[in-house]
């Protein structure tokens, strides 16, 4: 790897004109070439600046040359983003300034920063851990607000604190296990075979919820509320359920098929909860490129929903395609709802649904909304509560390395049930680096470069 000792420098505002231009630089030489390169109208010299100053002036991109209106940003380490000096020279984002500037200080030997650079030595320096340098990635490649703020709570720790305890946990199991092993010759039992059992258990419990609690899944309840999707082949009473939940007649309800075209969208509350639910076409194949186009929507629609209501006919035998509209909900947050149980049933409820998740309404008479509402409140909080959101977003990496570390608890699980103590302590060794290695405990400088690599230069 390059020098940490270096120092480095980057254009770290957008290319191409725009109001400003920051250079920024960081490492031991930072402080003393900004200043050889901005002049401070109040006289002052930069190298006397002990902590945290910023100051207007003329910035001297030529040297002798002419000068350009701007001002020094200084940050004495170690309260600065990498925990070293770091200088910024704010000025007017000209091509040709920020150029000129990058010239001045290769000539003074200043190192040009690498993607991530300036993050990575933040890292390094142990002011942010990995998990969240991995935050600040998707702070930047964040496209809604939602998981803006998701990044930005797990930049300030969010899932760095539930991995935290985690391997708190398991490493207090580690341990009790590895003493059992010394102790269990002298017939002294440190803990009890169904202890380590239950803990075992446990902490997979505490990793599964840490891979479902993440943005994108009910875990976070949106800002924007819960997104509730209403699914199912045409006719089964989907805009008819739509208006009951929504308590008025916001959807055109009409015996004729394919009326639904495009979607409805309405919100309602239940028990301090906004759900904000959509009632997308039909589902069915089709020729019509309008519908075609409906449905392709509607299946969208429905993957990315927080909790897919998908509804069926319980007055006839099952569609050909309900099956499919099944597996495309997510299967964590899915409600099987069998309507019309007004008039006679003549199917089933279906064989791997849980009994929880299925709820017998009539739209007609209004029978079973009160458990529909009651099943929909009872998903949006199985995940991480009512808090205002998500503390964080699992990247790729991350929710691999989780998934690891639950395979090892699995078969930790299993030796245990045999009784093979000192493989135990092996595997549950195995799966407490894995949780580590989330957080970047034991930098791999191949991960490392990996990761920084998505980043910007100038970040
Ligand atoms: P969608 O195509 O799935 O949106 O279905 P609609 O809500 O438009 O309903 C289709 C037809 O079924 C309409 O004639 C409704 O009046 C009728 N319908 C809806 N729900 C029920 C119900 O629970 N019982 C009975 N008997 N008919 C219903």
């Known amino acids: 790897m390059r020098g940490v000792d270096e120092t480095i420098f980057a254009i770290s505002s957008p290319p191409g004109r725009g109001w400003r231009g920051v250079v920024r630089i960081s490492g031991t030489a930072a402080i003393p070439v900004a200043a050889e390169l901005v002049r401070l109208s109040s006289g002052e010299d930069p190298l006397q600046f002990a902590g945290h100053e910023v100051r207007d002036g003329e910035v001297l991109p030529w040297g002798d040359g002419p000068s350009v ?85 797990k930049l300030e720790g969010g899932l760095s604190k539930r991995i935290g305890s985690l391997k708190e946990e398991l490493a207090d199991l580690l341990a009790r296990v590895e003493a059992g092993i ?185 029978m079973g909304f009160e458990e529909l509402r009651t099943a929909l409140v009872r998903i949006a909080r199985t995940g991480k509560g009512t808090g205002p959101g998500a503390d964080y977003m699992l990247a790729a990496r991350e929710r691999g390395l989780l998934r690891r570390a639950m395979e090892d608890l699995r078969t930790a699980a299993r030796i245990h049930e045999q009784g093979g103590m000192d493989r135990l302590a092996s595997d549950l060794r195995e799966a407490l680096d894995r949780l580590g290695e989330v957080t970047g405990e034991v930098p791999n400088e191949e991960i490392l470069d990996r990761i920084f690599s998505r980043f910007c230069i100038g970040k």
């Open 182 to 366: 010394d102790f269990s010759e002298q017939g002294i039992e440190i803990i009890s075979d169904e202890g380590i059992g239950t803990s075992i258990e446990q902490l997979r419990l505490g990793i599964a919820n840490v891979i479902d609690g993440q943005g994108a899944g009910i875990g976070s309840i949106r800002d924007s509320g819960i997104h509730v999707c209403l699914a199912g082949v045409p006719n089964v009473g989907k805009s008819s359920i739509f208006n009951r939940l929504v308590g008025e007649d916001a959807a055109v309800v009409t015996a004729e098929e394919g009326t639904t075209r495009d979607f409805l969208r309405a919100t309602f509350e239940e028990d301090g909860i906004r759900f904000r639910l959509t009632d997308p076409a039909g589902i069915r194949d089709s020729k019509d490129p309008v519908e075609e186009e409906a449905s392709r929507r509607a299946r969208e629609l429905i993957r990315s929903s927080d909790i897919g209501i998908v509804v069926v006919d319980g007055s006839r035998e099952g569609a050909p395609r309900e099956d499919e509209i099944i597996q495309m909900a997510p299967a964590r947050s899915m409600l099987l709802v069998i309507n019309k149980s007004d008039l006679p049933r003549r199917r089933g409820q279906g064989e791997s649904i849980p009994e929880d998740r299925v709820v017998i309404t009539s739209a007609r008479t209004g």
């Open 69 to 153: 209106p701007g001002s020094l940003v200084i940050m004495r380490a170690p309260r600065s983003y990498t925990r070293e000096d770091v200088a910024e020279i704010h000025t007017l984002s000209s091509p040709p300034v920020l150029a000129a500037l990058s010239e001045r200080l290769l000539e003074r030997r200043i190192r040009p920063a690498g993607p991530g650079e300036f993050t990575r030595r933040a890292f390094l320096a142990g002011r942010i851990d990995l998990a969240q340098a991995e935050a600040v990635i998707q702070i930047i490649e964040a496209e809604d607000e939602a998981s803006l703020r998701a990044a930005q709570r």
